[in-house]
Nanobody, 125 residues
Framework: QVELTESGGGSVQAGDSLTLSCTAS????????LGWFRQAPGKDPFEREF???????????DYADDAKGRFTISIDKTKNSIYLQMNSLKPGDTAVYYC???????????????WGKGILVTVSS
């Protein structure tokens, strides 16, 4: 069974940095787009919002407007993992962060084929 496992979440102060990791097992996702979504507390799954994505083959990244300039997505193909470096964190970044993989040409909530279970990031002021 294909699994995406997130790690690196936790509680930090505003302005701090945090790096999330997502490791895939039983699938190399060679032609997939991989990335991150987040679901704020009290929000429904259909309100899960796109954060960042990376095309596994090319390494080409894409970011939500709120993530641009603060977050960096990267990939380590040897570890079958992607990462989300988050800087200048704000209380509004508090959410459960989910790793996702899509066989489509783009990563959107409705195009994800595989989801991780999510990991909580809490940013306090």
């Amino acid at each position: 069974q294909v699994e995406l496992t997130e790690s690196g979440g936790g509680s930090v102060q505003a302005g701090d940095s945090l790096t999330l990791s997502c490791t895939a097992s039983r699938h190399t996702f060679d032609s997939y787009v991989l990335g991150w979504f987040r679901q704020a507390p009290g929000k429904d799954p259909f309100e899960r919002e796109f954060v960042a994505s990376i095309v596994r083959v090319s390494g080409s990244p894409d970011y939500a407007d709120d993530a641009k300039g603060r977050f960096t997505i990267s990939i380590d193909k040897t570890k079958n993992s992607i990462y989300l470096q988050m800087n200048s964190l704000k209380p509004g970044d508090t959410a459960v962060y989910y790793c996702g993989a899509s066989s489509s040409a783009y990563l959107a909530r409705t195009s994800v084929n595989y989801w991780g279970k999510g990991i909580l990031v809490t940013v306090s002021s």
